[in-house]
């Protein structure tokens, strides 16, 4: 069964840094792309960040040159460093993995975390 468990969200004030952290278990071999997505109340989930095997990463504008993601090499663990939060960084953040081989040597897609909430107090 393939999973993706998140760990590291919590309560930060304004300025202040948080590290998430995201294991997936289940799949054969490496995940090739493991990315993090962010839904605030009211709002459509929107990508954060992404880092493939190859150590390659993506970042939506609003991120760039605050936070970080990064890969404990051939494992499937992805973590994302975020400094200078700000108010609008509050969200639930998720880790997702848009395509996985499982552990039937099959390829399958989409798999989400349950999400880890993050609140930024101004």
């Known amino acids: 069964q393939v999973q993706l468990v998140e760990s590291g969200g919590g309560l930060v004030q304004s300025g202040g840094s948080l590290r998430l952290s995201c294991v997936g278990s289940?799949?054969?071999?490496?995940?090739?792309?493991m990315a993090w997505h962010r839904q605030a109340p009211g709002q459509q989930r929107e990508f954060v960040a992404s880092i493939t095997t190859g150590g390659s990463t993506n970042y939506t504008d609003s991120v760039k040159g605050r936070f970080t993601i990064s890969r404990d090499g051939a494992k499937n663990t992805v973590h994302l460093q975020m400094n200078s939060l700000k108010s609008e960084d509050s969200a639930v953040y998720y880790c997702h993995a848009p395509r996985v081989v499982t552990s039937s040597g099959v390829y399958d897609y989409d798999y989400w975390g349950q999400g880890t909430q993050v609140t930024v107090s101004s």
């Open positions: 289940g799949v054969l071999g490496g995940i090739y792309v």
